[in-house]
């Protein structure tokens, strides 16, 4: 799949560039860099990560763009280092550091400390984080001197484990975890309630986002080896199909009259196996409709048998 090329006849380039962005540019950046090296204006990626962290950042190119959507529930994968004896105006070391009232702890303390943040949890996302306050985002709000309001949120950790302790500080040990956890945790929010469950304070140090749904490292792309491959000529290798991470999504083929129905946005019968296991189709019905070259023409939502169009990602033939 790596090595198909994404290129499209005008020779512009359509789908999913996974970038192991390194810590500095913000993700925002990445998305400018993939824009000048494509030509591609229609470019998104597929969930923030602060500039102080790196890892992996699907970016979406051309009319993968119109799928986002579809990866922002995605479950997330993280190595993170937490610093314990302090706390953080922004929970992680861009902040003002203030240091804790309670002593630093051990690791065994740690380990017993995080038993509490596995499986479903609420937390409050940080004071500077990009949640919206009355139209305004938080971390404007905390600029200005403010303190948001905001509003605890329930999220999932599915996995978190101390894989790393380092104490030759033992005022300021560091503890390294890793977590797997639901879209929409805030790894800097762990941080700073393990350290008021504590009494210690604690703060974020570091953080490598290792997968972002089905796009892991080892998948991923450094800026400068892709700026060497589109300077050679060989960028759209890098790419994924624009329906990479989709395979929940039954691959319907549509040919004829049928497919142009749907990308005209009308309501079409789904073939009769198809339409047989609606009962059963996942991920409220949706199915990637390919037209009989293999093209990605469309997600369809089936429904009593039939097939609606939700996005349409091809033109229609002109009518005869």
């Given at each position: 799949?790596?090595?198909?090329?994404?290129?499209?006849?005008?020779?512009?380039?359509?789908?999913?560039?996974?970038?192991?962005?390194?810590?500095?540019?913000?993700?925002?950046?990445?998305?400018?860099?993939?824009?000048?090296?494509?030509?591609?204006?229609?470019?998104?990626?597929?969930?923030?990560?602060?500039?102080?962290?790196?890892?992996?950042?699907?970016?979406?190119?051309?009319?993968?763009?119109?799928?986002?959507?579809?990866?922002?529930?995605?479950?997330?994968?993280?190595?993170?280092?937490?610093?314990?004896?302090?706390?953080?105006?922004?929970?992680?070391?861009?902040?003002?550091?203030?240091?804790?009232?309670?002593?630093?702890?051990?690791?065994?303390?740690?380990?017993?400390?995080?038993?509490?943040?596995?499986?479903?949890?609420?937390?409050?996302?940080?004071?500077?984080?990009?949640?919206?306050?009355?139209?305004?985002?938080?971390?404007?709000?905390?600029?200005?001197?403010?303190?948001?309001?905001?509003?605890?949120r329930d999220v999932e950790i599915q996995r978190l484990d101390l894989?790393?302790?380092?104490?030759?500080?033992?005022?300021?040990?560091?503890?390294?975890?890793?977590?797997?956890?639901?879209?929409?945790?805030?790894?800097?929010?762990?941080?700073?309630?393990?350290?008021?469950?504590?009494?210690?304070?604690?703060?974020?140090?570091?953080?490598?986002?290792?997968?972002?749904?089905?796009?892991?490292?080892?998948?991923?792309?450094?800026?400068?080896?892709?700026?060497?491959?589109?300077?050679?000529?060989?960028?759209?290798?890098?790419?994924?199909?624009?329906?990479?991470?989709?395979?929940?999504?039954?691959?319907?083929?549509l040919d004829g009259g049928d497919l142009q129905a749907l990308l005209?946005?009308?309501?079409?019968?789904?073939?009769?196996?198809?339409?047989?296991?609606?009962?059963?189709?996942?991920?409220?019905?949706?199915?990637?409709?390919?037209?009989?070259?293999?093209?990605?023409?469309?997600?369809?939502?089936?429904?009593?048998?039939?097939?609606?169009?939700?996005?349409?990602?091809?033109?229609?033939?002109?009518?005869?």
């Amino acid at each position: 799949m790596m090595g198909r090329s994404r290129a499209l006849g005008d020779g512009t380039f359509d789908g999913v560039l996974v970038v192991d962005k390194p810590v500095g540019p913000t993700s925002h950046d990445i998305v400018d860099l993939i824009r000048r090296l494509t030509g591609v204006r229609r470019v998104g990626h597929g969930g923030t990560l602060d500039p102080f962290a790196g890892g992996v950042l699907p970016v979406f190119i051309g009319r993968a763009t119109r799928l986002v959507e579809y990866h922002m529930s995605d479950a997330k994968a993280y190595r993170a280092m937490i610093a314990f004896g302090a706390t953080s105006t922004t929970d992680d070391l861009d902040g003002e550091l203030t240091p804790g009232e309670g002593q630093a702890p051990d690791r065994a303390g740690v380990e017993a400390g995080l038993m509490p943040f596995r499986g479903r949890i609420s937390q409050v996302p940080p004071d500077y984080s990009a949640v919206r306050v009355q139209g305004r985002r938080a971390y404007e709000l905390a600029r200005d001197g403010e303190r948001p309001t905001l509003s605890a949120r329930d999220v999932e950790i599915q996995r978190l484990d101390l894989v790393a302790w380092d104490d030759t500080d033992r005022a300021r040990p560091t503890a390294t975890v890793e977590i797997a956890c639901s879209a929409g945790t805030y790894i800097r929010a762990i941080a700073r309630d393990l350290g008021v469950a504590l009494s210690c304070g604690a703060y974020l140090v570091a953080l490598t986002r290792s997968r972002s749904g089905p796009f892991s490292r080892d998948q991923a792309h450094v800026p400068e080896a892709i700026r060497a491959a589109f300077a050679s000529g060989h960028g759209a290798s890098l790419l994924l199909p624009a329906d990479s991470g989709l395979d929940a999504f039954p691959s319907l083929v549509l040919d004829g009259g049928d497919l142009q129905a749907l990308l005209r946005g009308q309501v079409v019968r789904a073939p009769v196996d198809v339409a047989r296991d609606a009962g059963a189709q996942p991920n409220g019905g949706h199915c990637r409709i390919h037209d009989a070259s293999g093209r990605l023409a469309a997600i369809a939502r089936l429904e009593g048998g039939r097939l609606h169009p939700e996005k349409v990602l091809v033109e229609p033939q002109p009518r005869a």
